[in-house]
């Protein structure tokens, strides 16, 4: 059974870093790419981030680039999510998804997504 | 990046309706566009794939269609465990992006 369990979620301050985790299980996790997608409260999915399965190319959106980093650990079967500089607008829960793609652009879409972790960036 | 406009926003409908949802990109791609559902408090879940292929395990009700830049899910009878809201995702570039989401309830 495929399962992903996200993990770091907090409260944080504005300004503050954050390092969100993915544990993966079920599938062989170095031959997908992965992302990150969240949905701020009331609203819909934004995609966030995506790596492919070797880590130099990781790609963002424009609203989270230069202060979140991607990565991975093929060995831990793990996804991970560096967030700094973080403002209130990146208040959401954060979704961890498997791609069905080794590499991400030209995928077939996620099929297996996280039960999410919150992050929420008040004062 | 690549726009993608999800239209109706919201839809009522009634048991064993058949509804339509669009969805239109700001460029052509290939047929890299998928759709997912989403209950409240619950992770999407992926319906179609490739704009017109079922994902395993999801009910021959829903359908998918288009090419270019614009894309359908269809819904041939609606039940109510179909309330939910629904996306649009484009995966032809190295930037995803989904469509603003239909809210589906029953009237």
């Known amino acids: 059974e495929v399962q992903l369990l996200e993990s770091g979620g907090a409260l944080v301050q504005p300004g503050g870093s954050l390092r969100l985790s993915c544990a993966t299980s079920?599938?062989?996790?170095?031959?997908?790419?992965m992302s990150w997608v969240r949905q701020a409260p009331g609203r819909g999915l934004e995609w966030v981030s995506g790596?492919?399965?070797?880590?130099?190319?990781?790609y963002y959106a424009d609203s989270v680039k230069g202060r979140f980093t991607i990565s991975r650990d093929n060995s831990k079967n793990t996804l991970y999510l560096q967030m700094n500089s973080l403002r209130a607008d990146d208040t959401a829960v954060y979704y961890c998804?498997?791609?069905?793609?080794?590499?991400?652009?030209?995928?077939?879409?996620?099929?297996?997504w996280g039960q999410g972790a919150l992050v929420t960036v008040s004062s | 990046d690549i726009q993608m406009t999800q239209f109706p926003s919201s839809l009522s409908a009634s048991v064993g309706d058949r509804v339509t949802i669009t969805c239109r990109a700001s460029?052509?791609?290939?047929?890299?566009l998928n759709w997912y559902q989403q209950k409240p408090g619950k992770a999407p879940k992926l319906l179609i794939y490739?704009?017109?292929s079922l994902q395993s395990g999801v009910p021959s009700r829903f359908s998918g269609s288009g090419s270019g830049t614009d894309f359908t899910l269809s819904i041939s009878s609606l039940q109510p465990e179909d309330s939910a809201t629904y996306y649009c995702?484009?995966?032809?570039?190295?930037?995803?992006?989904f469509g603003q989401g239909t809210k589906l309830d029953f009237k």
């Open positions: 998804a498997k791609d069905s793609s080794l590499i991400v652009g030209a995928s077939w879409g996620f099929d297996y």
């Open positions: 460029q052509n791609f290939n047929s890299y």
């Open positions: 790596i492919s399965v070797t880590e130099s190319a990781p």
């Open positions: 995702q484009q995966s032809y570039s190295t930037s995803y992006t």
């Open positions: 079920g599938f062989t996790f170095s031959s997908y790419a």
């Open positions: 490739g704009a017109s």
